[in-house]
């Protein structure tokens, strides 16, 4: 029981999420589909908050002495980003390019990262709910493919 809370809350953090804990989750032993579920759930539970909050924050450090830089280059770089990618892709172009980027395991991707895009493109919660979702389940299924062939040859 304590090892699956271990994966839930690994799941949970930036960088690390869904990616790292189902990899753990081999190397403890963990019956992978439960570990998967596990993940998943663990992956997505922050997701509302960031969504909710993250676009907050940066448009409230703005004007911060300290903070204010990074907070405006992160908020504006986030809009024109985000601004090129919708009008090139189009509404239902975004939502896949969000799946794409939350779902395929790279550094500097995941849900954290996909729902704070879809939050400064002020994307809508169904759609970014559903594109991250999507994404973490695709990004779980590479993720239990590997572990599992990585510690079965082990």
Known sequence: MLNYLKIFL?????????????IYSQYLELPILT??????????????????????????GQDKNIIGPAFRFLYNKGESAGAKLTAKAGRWGTFLALVLFVGIPLPGTGA??????????DMGIKHTAGAVTLGVIIAGVIMMTAGVAGFSLL
């Open 35 to 60: 570990s998967y579920v596990i993940c998943i759930i663990g992956n997505l539970l922050p997701m509302p908050f960031v969504y909710l909050f993250a676009r907050k924050i940066l448009v409230w």
């Open 112 to 121: 954290w990262t996909g729902t704070l895009a879809a939050s400064i493109l």
């Open 10 to 22: 690994m799941s949970m953090i930036p960088i690390v999420e869904l990616r790292g804990a189902v």
